[in-house]
């Protein structure tokens, strides 16, 4: 046989297996949101549960409905609303279900356990309590909360206000950014923590390996910090009588505090303190 003769082959084959080779990876896509296309209302609603690999959910204060895909079980059951999987062979961790729910309403509790959560919006609920592998807060906020507690490998929280009376936290790996806290008490657990923003806080305490703290705060009487290494910078915005307390105990110290050069108060810290 003549090769040659046959040269136009060439370019056909080569069109065909561009062409078979972009549809197996476009059928291969690592992930796909499934989109809300029903809804029931919530009057009557006052516990939420979601328990689906992977979420995306978005609180609406301006709804009183919950909007869901027909891909999922929503079962109503008295006062209590639960979302699952309705095939989890079919319906695994690559896909994200995307969830709306309205909070016109208060809701007296809202639980999540999933390996992946996407979260932003207006929460309105007393408690809260987050269990997944990788969990991304964005532009989200909760007011007059009781209880905010995530546990979770990855977490970050990113452009937020929380507003609640404590919180609980244990991760690997925590990162506060451009986020504003109002609460009695925080208390983070984790490998790597990072908070960055502003706290009005009373008591803060940290059990970490890895500690970076750069934040501005008031009204923060005691902190108490375990970890390997702190580092950045606090800075007290307000000013008080008698003394603030602030415990670390690690290998490496880089951490700076700041207060008022008017400050009539003292901090007990034995690191570095500067005024400005």
């Not at 297996?17 to 059928?27: D, G, T």
């Not at 301006?62 to 109503?76: R, W």
């Not at 507003?163 to 451009?178: A, C, H, P, R, V």
């Not at 110290?253 to 003292?266: C, F, Q, R, S, T």
Request: hydrophobic share 40%; charged share 25%; with cysteine.
């Amino acid at each position: 046989m003549n090769i040659r003769e046959y040269w136009f082959l060439f370019p056909i084959t080569a069109l065909i297996l561009m062409i078979f080779s972009f549809n197996l990876e476009n059928y291969n896509v690592s992930s796909q949101v499934i989109q809300p296309n029903k809804s029931i209302e919530i009057n009557g609603i006052d516990i939420i549960k979601i328990n689906y690999p992977a979420v995306r959910i978005k609180f609406d204060p301006e709804s009183n409905k919950i909007y869901f895909s027909d891909k999922i079980i929503l079962v109503k059951k008295e006062n209590m609303v639960e979302v699952r999987s309705s095939n989890p062979s079919l319906f695994g961790s690559q896909n994200i279900i995307e969830i709306v729910i309205g909070t016109k309403k208060r809701y007296k509790n809202v639980i999540i356990d999933t390996a992946s959560a996407e979260i932003y919006g207006k929460l309105n609920t007393e408690f809260f309590d987050i269990d997944s592998m990788n969990i991304k807060f964005r532009d989200f906020e909760i007011n007059n909360n009781t209880e905010f507690k995530v546990d979770g490998t990855s977490v970050s929280i990113i452009n937020s206000y929380i507003k609640t009376k404590k919180i609980y936290m244990d991760t690997t790996s925590l990162k506060f950014l451009n986020t504003l806290i109002t609460a009695d008490l925080i208390d983070l657990d984790g490998t790597t923590i990072s908070v960055e923003g502003e706290i009005n806080v009373h008591e803060l305490y940290i059990d970490g390996t890895s500690v970076k703290l750069n934040f501005k705060c008031k009204n923060l009487k005691n902190i108490k910090i375990s970890s390997t290494t702190l580092s950045g910078e606090i800075y007290y915005l307000d000013m008080w009588d008698g003394i603030r307390r602030l415990e670390s105990n690690e290998i490496s110290n880089n951490l700076i505090i700041y207060v008022k050069k008017e400050n009539p108060g003292i901090i007990d810290f034995k690191g570095k303190i500067k005024k400005y």
